[in-house]
């Protein structure tokens, strides 16, 4: 069958094979075949992409996925777009299920909002439209000047839940941390259930108090300011003993997040939950990055079982651990691609998506 239907190309922009799987996917769900480009590294480490179809007048679809060298995967990303921009195409969509470095979207002290650097050079190198999916921060939509369809992974997670967990319905669905707690209410009011919250654990901060903005002035001032008037201080953070709000005894807890990448706490919390009566846990994340011994630490922990989908490539961690399933979302980022080359509306895909999920 000929790789283009309708003027539609589909380009995946990773040279890793591995990586490669979801776009081969969301292509099968069209009907249509992986256009021919070749992306390698030289000797020298630079990213060399060669487009061999012409792709004048065509919408190009351009499909990456993260893999584990997350720098060479953007500049793939990019060297792709760009040189589908001086081929001449009429639009460049960017699939890009899990956006790199969004966890970089907020001020650290004296470092940058990445996110936003990574926005502004998409957007420069040609990009038309971006479709992605749960977003760490849905505010990372407005460092974009292109639209931007933020997918969710959720129906698929809450399908899994009620056809793969036996009496799911004696279980509560659990914040890790209080940050999270809006995530689970809305998996809990989905599915009828129960809701608990962890808190007092060491978290990695996401709070204010790490971005700089609380830094005393190095000098005082005289002129300015009245010098009986002093700023006054914050009470610094003082975190509570690890508490669970909420009845887990007897049931299925079922952690919820967006990102499972560096499991500590994640074993923590399951740890904690065991130890507070729950009988089985289980962690389901849209997007499965496991680095480092990441598949180690929850073989050994006390985690029954943790489901992701294949935003990101993660075979080789599933081989380290078995208790790692996966959820394949090609579903849905095929009917998006469809939906936008035939200028059809996206409502669909965000049916009973509230402004809070």
């Known amino acids: 069958m000929n790789h ?5 190309v589909i380009f995946t922009a990773n040279s890793h094979p591995s990586s490669r ?11 249509v075949e992986i256009g021919k480009v070749q992306v390698y590294q030289e000797d020298n480490r630079e990213t060399r992409v060669q487009i061999q179809e012409s792709v004048r007048g065509k919408d190009v679809f351009v499909i990456q996925t ?55 050079m998409m957007c420069k190198a040609g990009l038309t439209h971006l479709i992605t999916m749960d977003l760490h921060q849905k505010e990372i939509q407005g460092f974009f000047t292109i639209p931007v369809d933020n997918l969710r992974a959720s129906p698929f997670l809450l399908q899994y839940i009620q056809e793969e967990i036996p009496d799911y319905r004696n279980a509560v669905i659990v914040a890790k941390s209080p940050a999270s707690a809006k995530r689970a209410q809305s998996f809990a009011e989905r599915l009828r259930l129960g809701i608990a919250v962890i808190h007092g654990e060491a978290q990695d901060a996401e709070s204010d108090m790490v971005d700089g903005r609380h830094s005393p002035p190095t000098i005082k001032t005289s002129g300015a ?15 509570p003993p690890i508490t669970v709000v909420g009845d887990v005894g007897g049931r299925i807890a079922i952690i919820v997040d967006d990102i499972i990448d560096d499991v500590g706490s994640f ?68 009917e998006a691609i469809r939906r936008i080359h035939n200028g059809e509306s996206m409502s669909y895909l965000f049916r009973n998506i509230a402004m809070d999920d």
């Open 4 to 8: 283009t239907k309708g003027g539609l």
């Open 267 to 334: 074993v923590a919390a399951a740890e904690t939950l065991k130890e507070r009566g729950a009988y089985k846990v289980f962690v389901m994340a849209t997007h499965g990055i496991l680095s480092s011994d990441a598949p180690r630490f929850i073989e050994e922990s006390a985690i029954d079982e943790v489901v992701v989908t294949n935003t990101i490539p993660h075979e080789l961690q599933k081989l380290q651990c078995p208790k790692i399933k996966t959820v394949d979302i090609s579903m849905i980022l095929a």
């Open 66 to 120: 993260v893999s584990k060298d997350v720098n060479t995967t953007i500049m793939e990303m990019l060297i792709t777009v760009y040189a589908c921009r001086t081929s001449c195409a009429r639009s460049i969509t960017g699939v890009l299920p899990y956006f790199p470095y969004s966890k970089q979207c907020k001020m650290r002290k004296r470092g940058s909002i990445v996110t936003k650097l990574i926005a502004s």
């Open 21 to 31: 799987e979801l776009g081969k996917r969301i292509a099968e769900r069209l009907g």
């Open 225 to 239: 300011i009245h010098p009986s008037m002093e700023i006054p201080l914050l009470i610094p953070k003082e975190k």
